[in-house]
């Protein structure tokens, strides 16, 4: 029969946090650690996926048997998902991508003039997760954002749902030292059928498996070979 759950999928899974670079040894950055995106890698792995990992800038050890592909800047980490998201039954965009990058990198380190410092133009980076989920999805495919919210996270995290046009919205409320950085997260976890999920606080490989337990039932049944 069909193999059931995360079995056999090929799931694509984008984590930590990208760097625009302002110069040759500076970037705009964030606080992104990695570790929700590296959690969600192993736990597919243990259900038998088979994992693609855009990892930007993450200092974690690469999970054993999962093909990870390493990018720096969002715009580095946009190719790498566009190359790979035919091939996924599951795309997760955990990374957290910029929403603004310089205009340009300045060929050399930039000096202190005695003049005050230039002003950096920003521009803003493609939408990645809008790129590539709704009707922009394979059929059957499903894809998986994430938000971080410091208030009204639901209300914002609905509106983000309906306009990012994803399956599955899982929605971190951070400050206060919740989430980036941190060995435990909490979300609720917002779907497109209007379902709303709540994940206790917990280790990140737990709300891992949650969000697998909602994805799985939603894939579109798989072949039979
Ligand atoms: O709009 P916001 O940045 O809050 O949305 C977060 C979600 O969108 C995450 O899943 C993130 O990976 C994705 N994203 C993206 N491209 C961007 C900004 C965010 O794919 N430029």
Same mark, same amino acid.
């Given at each position: 029969g069909a193999p059931s759950g995360l079995a056999g999928r090929r799931v694509l899974i984008s984590a930590g946090g990208t760097r625009e670079p302002i110069d040759p040894v500076r970037f705009i950055g964030n606080?992104?650690?990695?570790r929700q995106g590296y959690a969600l890698a192993a736990t597919a792995l243990a259900r038998g996926a088979e994992v693609v990992l855009v990892s930007a800038n993450v200092g974690l050890p690469d999970p054993a048997g999962a093909d990870v592909r390493r990018v720096g800047s969002a715009q580095e980490l946009r190719e790498a998902v566009l190359a790979e /998201? %035919?091939? *996924?039954?599951v795309i997760v965009m955990a990374a957290a991508v910029a929403d603004f990058r310089p205009v340009s990198s300045a060929e050399g380190k930039i000096k202190k003039?005695?003049?005050?410092p230039a002003p950096i133009e920003l521009v803003e980076n493609p939408d990645i997760l809008l790129e590539i989920?709704?009707? /922009? %999805?394979? *059929?059957?495919q499903v894809v998986v954002g994430f938000a971080a919210e410091t208030d009204h996270v639901l209300e914002y995290g609905r509106a983000k749902l309906a306009r990012k046009g994803c399956d599955l919205l899982v929605v971190n409320q951070v400050?206060?030292?919740?989430?980036?950085?941190?060995e435990d997260n909490q979300a609720m976890v917002l779907g497109a059928d209007g379902s709303a999920t709540e994940i206790p606080n917990g280790p990140k490989e737990d709300l891992a498996d949650r969000v697998w337990d909602l994805v799985e039932p939603r894939l579109a049944p798989g072949h039979t070979d």
């Amino acid at each position: 029969g069909a193999p059931s759950g995360l079995a056999g999928r090929r799931v694509l899974i984008s984590a930590g946090g990208t760097r625009e670079p302002i110069d040759p040894v500076r970037f705009i950055g964030n606080r992104s650690s990695g570790r929700q995106g590296y959690a969600l890698a192993a736990t597919a792995l243990a259900r038998g996926a088979e994992v693609v990992l855009v990892s930007a800038n993450v200092g974690l050890p690469d999970p054993a048997g999962a093909d990870v592909r390493r990018v720096g800047s969002a715009q580095e980490l946009r190719e790498a998902v566009l190359a790979e /998201r %035919a091939k *996924a039954d599951v795309i997760v965009m955990a990374a957290a991508v910029a929403d603004f990058r310089p205009v340009s990198s300045a060929e050399g380190k930039i000096k202190k003039t005695g003049a005050g410092p230039a002003p950096i133009e920003l521009v803003e980076n493609p939408d990645i997760l809008l790129e590539i989920s709704g009707e /922009r %999805a394979r *059929a059957g495919q499903v894809v998986v954002g994430f938000a971080a919210e410091t208030d009204h996270v639901l209300e914002y995290g609905r509106a983000k749902l309906a306009r990012k046009g994803c399956d599955l919205l899982v929605v971190n409320q951070v400050g206060g030292g919740r989430a980036f950085g941190t060995e435990d997260n909490q979300a609720m976890v917002l779907g497109a059928d209007g379902s709303a999920t709540e994940i206790p606080n917990g280790p990140k490989e737990d709300l891992a498996d949650r969000v697998w337990d909602l994805v799985e039932p939603r894939l579109a049944p798989g072949h039979t070979d």
